[in-house]
């Protein structure tokens, strides 16, 4: 078993705790590259825990200290219209966040950090990061905000104010950490923390999220649900295999019915061909190989 809980069982279960928020701090600055102070965790609709509760997914929301939220979400099983689970989750933390007849600029920054464990879309890289960029269509050159806006909104270009997306590939990790965010990548992917880590972050997950401090209750509950982890993606796995392996079948039997009607085909072009050649009526020529007197008169 791992050495340390998984930072998506953290989320949900430790770093909610106020002494426990430098764990989170420290991943959210060393990512988005700025100093990060969560003021608070925020509850919506879209990260209340319930019955029902979708198990692969853990959706976290906080504000920091300037205002800004931040939408935390682990997610393991592929899905293949996560994009729009991003556009959508920031979409509706902006709507939430605002209230009827406020001023535009009470729109809140929103950063949307999405750790998959899956291959989302097609890249070699492990860290994604987009943003709203306007860019002139004839000259080439990107949209600032005027010296009045950067005064009133602060920032630089009109992306300062949007929404912001990072992506984390896990899996693509080369488990080489080369830098301190890599070491937070290496963690999420591994369970490892270096003794020594310079991360922010780290050296207080080293403490906080080390399986054996757990109460035995909660400890339990972690075993639990690693068990169920294990359960639910040996049956995602057989039910690749077994979808890949019928997938496989039904190929081949269509293949082979193919190319029995094809050797068919084939077969009564050339009995079409002779009859041709021996000045066959058409309609004797298609009553024979069932050809049509249009293709009978393309041979």
Not at 121 to 127: A, C, E, L, N
Not at 145 to 171: C, H, I, T, W
Not at 246 to 270: L, R, V
Not at 276 to 297: P, Q, R, V
Request: glycine share 8%; with cysteine.
């Amino acid at each position: 078993m791992r050495k340390y809980i998984s930072f998506d069982w953290a989320l949900k279960r430790l770093l909610r705790n106020k002494a426990n928020y430098v764990v989170l701090e420290g991943f959210l600055t060393e990512l988005i590259g700025q100093d990060i102070k969560i003021e608070r965790f925020l509850e919506s609709e879209g990260n209340k825990e319930n019955a029902h509760d979708k198990h692969n997914q853990v959706d976290i929301m906080c504000e920091d200290t300037d205002g800004r939220k931040i939408i935390v979400e682990v997610q393991y099983e592929r899905q293949y219209g996560y994009f729009y689970r991003m556009l959508y989750g920031t979409s509706k933390t902006v709507t939430e966040y605002i209230e009827a007849g406020q001023d535009y600029d009470k729109v809140p920054k929103v950063y949307s950090i999405n750790i998959v464990y899956f291959d989302l879309g097609q890249g070699t890289d492990y860290v994604y990061h987009g943003k709203q960029v306007f860019r002139g269509i004839h000259d080439d050159d990107v949209l600032k905000l005027s010296a009045r806006q950067r005064e009133l909104f602060g920032g630089d270009e009109p992306s300062d104010l949007m929404p912001e997306y990072y992506v984390l590939k896990v899996n693509n990790f080369n488990d080489v950490a080369k830098d301190r965010l890599d070491e937070w990548v290496s963690f999420l992917k591994t369970g490892y923390i270096p003794e020594h880590p310079k991360a922010k972050g780290l050296a207080e997950a080293r403490e906080k999220l080390r399986v054996d401090s757990l109460p035995d209750d909660e400890r339990r509950a972690y075993i639990k649900e690693l068990e169920r982890q294990m359960v639910e993606n040996d049956v995602m796995k057989s039910k690749y295999i077994d979808g890949k392996n019928e997938g496989i079948k039904e190929g081949i039997e269509q293949g082979i019915a193919q190319g029995i009607a094809q050797g068919e085909h084939n077969k009564s072009i050339s009995i079409a061909r002779i009859m041709k050649g021996k000045n066959y009526l058409f309609s004797d020529i298609a009553e024979m190989t069932g050809l049509s007197e249009d293709e009978i008169s393309a041979l």
